[in-house]
Nanobody, 119 residues
Framework: QVQLVDSGGGLVQPGGSLTLSCAASGSIVSMYSMGWYRQVPGKQRELVAAVTGGGNTNYADSVKGRFTISRDNAKNMVYLQMNSLKPEDTAVYYC???????WGTGNYWGQGTQVTVSS
């Protein structure tokens, strides 16, 4: 019914930048809160940034001032601009969204995209 596809990850040097993208497709009526999470092996998945349907944002303290989340409702997309990347930002990043379809509202995950920050 609904699919989220993450992209944009890769290898970047400390201090560099990356932009992650997430495209939602399927029988979408409307999209509510959207966010990015990240996970490293052996640790729980953590919220990095989120944006509500009204455009309000919140960020993990560790990324405030460096990361920016944005959304394009017309294209059913959400983005994460990541600047001043640090080695501790290395993780698999997952897109997440609350989406309403003709059959109800559900929470959906992307497949994840690897971000590696290393010299």
């Amino acid at each position: 019914q609904v699919q989220l596809v993450d992209s944009g990850g890769g290898l970047v040097q400390p201090g560099g930048s990356l932009t992650l993208s997430c495209a939602a497709s399927g029988s979408i009526v409307s999209m509510y809160s959207m966010g990015w999470y990240r996970q490293v092996p052996g640790k729980q998945r953590e919220l990095v940034a989120a944006v509500t349907g009204g455009g309000n944002t919140n960020y993990a303290d560790s990324v405030k001032g460096r990361f920016t989340i944005s959304r394009d409702n017309a294209k059913n997309m959400v983005y994460l601009q990541m600047n001043s990347l640090k080695p501790e930002d290395t993780a698999v990043y997952y897109c997440n969204a609350d989406i309403r379809t003709h059959w109800g509202t559900g929470n959906y995950w992307g497949q994840g995209t690897q971000v590696t920050v290393s010299s």
